[in-house]
């Protein structure tokens, strides 16, 4: 993705100076490839860079288990309510 431009949150509004067609939400990312452009869900893309980030990082972190994240849940509720 080197070579991609990426708007990021652009407007989907109906009467703005170009419209686009979006049936999940009014919310999209634009991404801009050589001559072409390509819309997607801003939610759906966030998600998709989180999860390629994140990626790993529960092994590194040492958590092995559902019961783990729970832990660490609730370990970070307490600490915020301190």
Avoid: P
């Avoid at 634009?30 to 819309?39: G, R, Y």
Wanted: hydrophobic share 45%; net charge negative.
């Amino acid at each position: 993705m080197l070579n991609t431009a990426v708007i990021n949150d652009a407007r989907a509004i109906s009467k703005g100076q170009a419209t686009i067609t979006n049936t999940s939400s009014d919310r999209v990312t634009l991404f801009a490839e050589k001559n072409s452009v390509h819309s997607a869900s801003s939610v759906l893309y966030a998600m998709q860079q989180l999860q390629k980030e994140m990626q790993g990082q529960a092994e590194i972190a040492g958590v092995q288990s559902e019961e783990d994240v729970a832990k660490w849940v609730l370990s970070a509720i307490i600490l915020l309510m301190n």
